[in-house]
């Protein structure tokens, strides 16, 4: 090793605090983890465009019909147009559907149900394999069902602390739940959960991963490429 590498290198090691602590200054301060989920309620359906919807009268049966709703969220029946039923759950669309046609039956008893089997949808993202959108039709899909789809935990995956958002009405909540205890690999740990439609399932890294993207980003940045190398080759740490 030339005198100058030397000389270079002793001044990087006396550097490298001061280069973690300006790169540590400029990160956004970390969000602190919503609480532990318990006992989530089981998944509620919400109308969503290109929904079928089929309306059967009790004692009106030649009113029946089948509309589908609109892009814009909107659907509209015989004698209850230009209704806005896209977010809305089975319940809520029904009472508003029998509403409108109070106006025009005494007794508007009605059933209002999806035709066809309903399809949920979830986004998983973070450290996973294959992050993306996902669908089923029937059941809803689960928590450990929904990262395999997605190509399982990485390595660097934090599986204890996966974030779960979830759109109630307009309120989006975040709650914190184990993929590890749902997948049976903690005794007595959380079961697994069901999850609603456009539920999204962040798995982040863990603290022994970020440490690592950290060196990467806020130190090896500083350190020109042919003394990533002499370091990597010294036994140190290989960016």
Known sequence: MTGRVARFLAGCALLLPFLVLAGCADRPETVPYPP??????PPVYRVQAG???SVKFLYTPELNEEQTVQIDGHASFQYAPDLTLAGRTLPDARRIVMSAYSKTLNNPALELTVKGPIQWKVYVVGEVGTPGEFSTTGAPMTLTQAIARAGGLKESADGDNVVLLRR???VERAYDVSFNDAAGHHAG???DI???DHDVLYVPRTDVAQAGVNWRQYVMQFVPPNVSVLLGSSGGVIP
């Open 194 to 196: 069901q999850l609603a």
């Open 168 to 170: 109630d009405g307009n």
């Open 36 to 41: 532990r989920a318990a006992n989530l309620p």
């Open 51 to 53: 929904d079928t919807l």
């Open 189 to 191: 740990g959380q079961a």
